[in-house]
Structure formats: structure tokens, C-alpha cells
Nanobody, 126 residues
Framework: QVQLVESGGGSVQAGGSLRLSCAAS????????MGWFRQAPGKEREFVAA????????GYTEAVKGRFIISRDNAKNTVYLQMNSLKPEDTAVYSC???????????????????WGQGTQVTVSS
């Protein structure tokens, strides 16, 4: 089992920044990728970014490229999502997830992830 706890959400004006954290505990050695997803009201959950624990390969959805940066601190078992130049359309509940699949590519879909955090709200006002 892997437990994930997100923090760092909040409210910010457009153009502002927030940094989300996802602390992993438990059998973290079983996870190979960590991802961030988001779900806005009335919309489906969508992939935001992911990173491989070993090597640090990353992937982003097109909507956040150049604005968001995913990183990890292996010693702290923590993954971060630095969100810059935030837009109102970034408003959503952001959840981190852990994938135990030994994929050669960045997993982009929710079904590739086994463990999920409870989510943290990010609200961007115009």
C-alpha cells in the first residue's frame, strides 16, 4: 500500500503561482511514476503531469506546458507541482497518484495509476 497526501492548494489571482506537494508513505518502492491529475466541476478528470521516480523523466499535458513544473525529492518521497502563470481554467481539484506499472513511457491515463491522494482545491480568480 502507498499513502499519498497532497498539500499546497488554495486561492490565487490569475497570473499567480502555487506549489502543490504530494508526500508518499508506505510501500513507496512499488511505485515507478507519480502523476498529477485535476478535475474541474462538471468535467472529467484529466492528466496534468507525471514524473518517474528513477531518472526523473517527465510528461505534461499541452495546456500546462511552459507553466507547470513537476519535480521530485526522492529522499523525502515527495513530488511537487509548481504552477506558474495560473489561469481561471486551471481551477480544479488536483490529485496526485502513484503508478506501479513498469512502463517505458509516461502513463497518461488514470487507469494506469493505482494509488490516489484525497485531492486539494486550487481556485484561480480572474
Amino acid at each position: 500500500q502507498v499513502q499519498l497526501v497532497e498539500s499546497g492548494g488554495g486561492s490565487v489571482q490569475a497570473g499567480g503561482s502555487l506549489r502543490l506537494s504530494c508526500a508518499a508513505s508506505g510501500r513507496t518502492i512499488s511505485s515507478y511514476y507519480m502523476g498529477w491529475f485535476r478535475q474541474a466541476p462538471g468535467k472529467e478528470r484529466e492528466f496534468v503531469a507525471a514524473i518517474r521516480w528513477s531518472g526523473g523523466s517527465t510528461g505534461y499535458t499541452e495546456a500546462v506546458k511552459g507553466r507547470f513544473i513537476i519535480s521530485r525529492d526522492n529522499a523525502k518521497n515527495t513530488v511537487y507541482l509548481q504552477m506558474n502563470s495560473l489561469k481561471p481554467e486551471d481551477t480544479a481539484v488536483y490529485s496526485c497518484a502513484a503508478s506501479t506499472r513498469r512502463l517505458a513511457y509516461i502513463p497518461l491515463t488514470a487507469h494506469d495509476y493505482t494509488y490516489w491522494g484525497q485531492g486539494t482545491q486550487v481556485t484561480v480568480s480572474s
